[in-house]
């Protein structure tokens, strides 16, 4: 158990940087996944289309394919990275913003269709319908859902350890390398660090899931 | 199809929309040309690079692969459906010294990323990569299978189980031939959505040097030469993403076609198919 201890302070860069990681390709994912899912509801068929096949073929792609692209075959085709964080980046927001994209329009179409019609035959206008009708209500389904992709993301920042990436997972890979005879315990550490932010944010999910619940 | 935020458009509405369609697909098709014309200076498109699958020894290569993927998925998915039963059973028993360390149990699988849990397996126990992907894939999705049959128990009618007291019946028994059934039959379009999950799963087995399709891609561009990656890579993304959407098309088709075996009919399979939005 010594080597946990020994090796704190690369848990801990390891532990920030998996945050780094989350949070930026997160807020990258949350504002172009809401582009996909206004694209997919609006009334302009060629963007329905677009969004459409982006979310259908990014949704069906492995992670770790589109890292390899990022990291591997971008650089052949001419796109160098300072950085492999920015192909990490890349990756995993182009991946996550998919999931976004339905989380958001399976939010708005849960709303029924009558909220919007009442709206509409008292006279508001498409954005009162928008801002006072649909989107409070389309929110609370999609919050707790939301919460569960940015959990998913967490873990998929993982795979960004293997791809020249010194995050948790890339520290961890590189401890057991140098602890050969405590490789148990160094994992047992990388498990921990992962767990201390899903757990919570699972814990986390489940209470708003539970106070936003609208019976309809 | 009526839609929550717009009324059926009108003449001048479906102007605008056509206008704006047209608009789309001409920026759409400028992005498309502008990718090609890219690659194009890369030199993607001679038709030597693309020669290589004339050649049978590719054709062999890929398929190896795929065959890696496909079998370290499918092997996986069959010990980790009966061993997610059972995890469901011991999270929902009546006895609390059961339920309590499978919750923790199942807590700490789901809340860990895959590729560690292959990592692991494959260091602390020395064994060869398909076992470490293999059983990487078995204990994450065992306990996601197990959240998502419990979800489907507790969407039952709760006349199901007290019907099922009521004649005699233990809890056990209950659980076993009354409310499990109908639950796995109710939440098949998200088990089979999860299988999804599973298979793209397989390719972090690349991670832990296991043969699967993109470790083929890996060998095959190291073989014959750099400027050979992005054709096979091309390939190889495109089978993996068709035989995905293949198997999504299946769970949406089990969700429109739903057994009508199951109290409350079949579930939605999750739209986000992300593994963890159990409810």
Not at chain 2, 170 to 179: G, V
Request: aromatic residues 10%; proline residues 4%; contains cysteine.
């Amino acid at each position: 158990m010594d080597v946990i201890i020994e090796s704190l302070p690369q848990y801990w860069d390891g532990f920030l940087r998996t945050l780094f990681l989350a949070a930026v390709s997160g807020i990258i994912a949350l504002v172009v996944g809401t582009l996909l899912a206004a694209a997919r509801v609006s009334p302009v068929a060629a963007l329905r289309g677009f969004s459409m096949a982006y979310v259908e073929v990014v949704r069906n792609t492995p992670l770790t394919i589109a890292f390899f692209f990022a990291a591997v075959v971008l650089p052949r085709l001419g796109v160098t990275f300072q950085q492999f964080e920015i192909a990490a980046i890349i990756a995993l927001s182009a991946y996550t913003s998919a999931f976004i994209a339905e989380a958001v329009r399976s939010g708005v179409n849960s709303v029924p269709v009558g909220q919007a019609e009442a709206a509409r035959s008292i006279g508001m206008q498409f954005g009162q319908v928008l801002s006072l009708i649909i989107l409070p209500q389309a929110l609370r389904t999609v919050i707790p859902p939301m919460i569960n992709i940015l959990i998913a993301l967490v873990k998929n920042s993982s795979v960004a350890g293997a791809f020249y990436v010194l995050e948790l997972f890339g520290y961890g890979k590189q401890l057991a390398n140098d602890h050969g005879d405590a490789v148990m315990w160094v994992l047992v550490g990388v498990a921990f660090f992962y767990l201390l932010i899903t757990v919570p944010l699972g814990y986390l999910a489940h209470q708003v899931e539970r106070k936003v619940a609208i019976a309809r | 199809m009526s839609s929550v935020l717009y009324d059926v458009p009108g003449p001048k509405a479906r102007r605008t929309s056509l206008i704006g369609s047209v608009i789309g697909v001409v920026l759409i098709a400028a992005l498309l040309a502008w990718a090609i014309m890219t690659l194009a200076q890369q030199g993607i498109f001679q038709a030597q690079r693309w020669a290589i699958f004339g050649q049978a020894d590719v054709w062999t290569l890929i398929f190896n692969g795929i065959s890696a993927t496909l079998s370290a998925a499918a092997i996986a998915a069959v010990i980790a459906f009966p061993l997610g039963l059972l995890l469901c059973l011991m999270r929902i028993s009546d006895v609390a010294w059961i339920r309590i360390p499978t919750r923790i149990v199942l807590e700490f699988l789901r809340g860990m990323p895959v590729v560690l849990m292959m990592l692991f397996v494959l260091l602390v126990f020395a064994t060869s990569s398909f076992i470490a992907v293999v059983a990487g894939l078995v204990l994450y999705n065992a306990a996601i299978f197990a959240e998502i049959i419990r979800a489907g128990i507790q969407s039952l009618p709760r006349g199901q189980r007290e019907a099922g007291l009521a004649i005699g019946l233990t809890s056990f028994q209950s659980r076993l031939t009354i409310e499990l059934p109908q639950a796995v039959r109710r939440m098949l379009p998200s088990l089979v959505a999860q299988l999804v999950v599973l298979l793209k799963d397989t390719s972090l087995g690349y991670i832990v040097a296991y043969g699967e399709l993109l470790r083929a891609v890996q060998v095959m561009a190291d073989f014959l030469g750099p400027q050979f990656l992005f054709p096979v890579f091309f390939v190889a993304a495109a089978i993996y993403i068709a035989i995905n959407l293949a198997v999504s098309r299946l769970a949406i088709w089990i969700e429109r076609h739903g057994s009508k075996k199951a109290a409350g009919g079949v579930a939605k399979a999750p739209t986000a198919g992300v593994s963890t939005i159990v409810k």
